[in-house]
């Protein structure tokens, strides 16, 4: 126990997370003698159930780790390319071409062919192991309740399923008939059971996380997913494997900030961002111009890149190197931050893509269509070697002040991850602003088009007139507009102080002990 802990006499915790079962799971797990990674793993499994459609437990995770007695670490459970035993001709199939209203409109694939094998749980294992103190039986003890004794679908996750249900959501009997009331998708205020899933968390909190890669439910999920045309089997599943590796750092202002290494996207692309913002400032047109700068090298140097670990190495490389000058010009994702007394931090951000549609019999599991979505496959479908990570946008943050302040902050929100976290941990690291304040603030985002740059922003006269002076297309949303993401934080002091802040923009919410 910490000198901070000792003085209070238990450990205490703040944390945001994207509802508010979810964030008493946490609570609860504290005080039952957990950690801040305990915490957020039980949040996060609250929200395998309670958000049908944003997350899904077969989905992949980034775990930022901040420990009080030592250094930042993440751990990759991002999802992978299988296929290790398909033969030649089943590379290409197993999907259907879905047309989403979302987002502007969007065409993802679906079906078992899409979905990559997932590495979620297997994340939340090591990060258990060498993090924890709780048994799974607590930590997964929220999740199980939720699911088996019933929750009310709320506004993200129920508008979610009502804006794509009938396309999504239906061809596959099993998804059909847990995630639709009556004729129509179930929407906001309905409540929900699932037993499936109920039994298959009480499965894996008895037996242990090894269940869902080599045991009965990952036999099933191979099983399932290789009748109806995709990839993943045995092999794929049994061969994958959590990455820990050291955090990139950044100092912004006071700050120590940590980021998620490459071969991650987001991580390397808000370093640059956050190091430009200190350079720069925040002026309305000069953020335009990072965001297109940045965002332009992504597109250039990381999204068709066939090796993501020295593509981002070298984005890196560059900013220490070369100068911060020499750069050339999803909805579906769900994040939980974490502080306990102790002085450890704990952000993790997880994803499932837009979702599968595919439900595997008997188990309430819902693969991800991470391989048929868009902007995580610009190589092409199925153009991976099976074992290769994906690309992905998730950025967990961890950071330390010089005046003793332990912040963990994330988002949701596919390619507007990055610039939302930029603009938050800017306008609080940098500017001072109060936390609170930080993520209300109106952002913008700018979009690369074939015909050029669009700048999307929020109502506020001093956006309207950066965007106009950096001559770009504009492209005004509604008032605190979830297209923009929805940051959560937590923080915790030397002084024994803690707090958290989540973002208006989705439905989300914070508790402290």
């Known amino acids: 126990m910490s000198e901070r802990s000792a003085r209070s006499g238990m450990t205490r915790a703040a944390i945001a997370a994207p509802n508010a079962l979810a964030a008493q799971a946490g609570i609860d797990v504290v005080a039952m003698g957990g950690t801040a990674v305990d915490a957020a793993i039980a949040a996060h499994a609250v929200t395998y159930v309670t958000e049908p459609g944003i997350v899904s437990a077969l989905g992949g995770a980034y775990v930022n780790v901040w420990p009080a007695d030592g250094e930042p670490q993440v751990i990759d459970g991002n999802c992978e390319m299988p296929g290790r035993s398909a033969a030649p001709g089943r590379f290409g199939g197993g999907l259907r071409a879905i047309p989403l ?85 179930a929407g906001p205020g309905t409540r929900m059971t699932n037993a499936d899933l109920a039994d298959t968390l009480e499965l894996v909190a008895h037996e242990g ?168 496959n610009r190589l092409g479908l199925h153009a991976l070697s099976p074992g290769t990570r994906l690309a992905s946008n998730m950025s967990p943050v961890t950071a330390r002040s010089a005046s003793g302040v332990t912040l963990a902050i994330g988002t949701p929100g596919a390619d507007r991850i990055t610039t939302a976290l930029a603009q938050v941990i800017g306008r609080h690291c940098l500017n001072g602003a109060d936390l609170a304040a930080a993520i209300d603030a109106p952002r913008l985002h700018v979009e690369l088009t074939a015909s050029g740059a669009r700048a999307h922003y929020e109502p506020d006269d001093d956006l309207a007139a950066g965007v106009a002076s950096a001559r770009v297309v504009a492209v005004e949303h509604e008032q605190l507009d979830m297209y923009f993401g929805g940051v959560g934080a937590a923080y915790g002091t030397d002084s024994d102080e803690l707090g958290a802040a989540a973002d208006p923009r989705r439905a989300a919410a914070t508790a402290v002990s």
């Not at 979620?120 to 294992?125: I, R, T």
């Open 209 to 376: 996380i090894s269940e869902l890669y080599t045991g009965s439910i990952g036999h099933a999920i191979a099983a399932h997913v290789t009748a109806t045309g995709g990839l993943i089997g045995r092999d794929d599943l049994a061969a994958y494997r959590p990455v820990i590796r050291p955090a990139s750092r950044a100092v912004i202002g006071e700050w120590d900030v940590a980021l998620n290494p490459p071969p991650s996207i987001g991580g390397p692309v808000l370093t640059a961002m956050l190091r430009l913002i200190a350079e720069r400032g925040m002026a309305a047109a000069t953020l335009v111009d990072i965001q297109e700068m940045v965002l332009g090298y992504r597109a250039e140097h990381l999204d068709r890149a066939t090796d993501l670990r020295a593509a981002g190495t070298e984005l890196l490389l560059a900013l220490e190197t070369t100068g911060l000058e020499s750069l050339p010009t999803s909805k579906d994702t769900a994040h939980v931050s974490v502080v306990d007394s102790d002085g450890n931090a704990c952000a993790i951000t997880t994803s499932a893509g837009y979702s599968s549609g595919v439900t595997v019999p008997g188990t309430g599991l819902i693969l991800n269509n991470c391989l048929g979505e868009p902007e995580l």
């Open 101 to 185: 209203d979302y987002g502007g409109g969007i065409t993802i694939g679906a079906g078992s062919g899409s979905a990559a094998t997932p590495g979620s749980f297997a994340a939340y294992q090591l990060a258990h192991e060498r993090f924890g103190r709780a048994s799974w039986r607590d930590i997964l003890a929220p999740a199980i309740s939720a699911a088996r004794e019933g929750f009310v679908l709320g506004q993200a996750a129920g508008h979610y399923l009502q804006l794509t249900g009938h396309g999504l959501w239906s061809f596959d009997a099993e998804t059909k008939a847990q995630h639709f009331d009556g004729a129509d998708p």
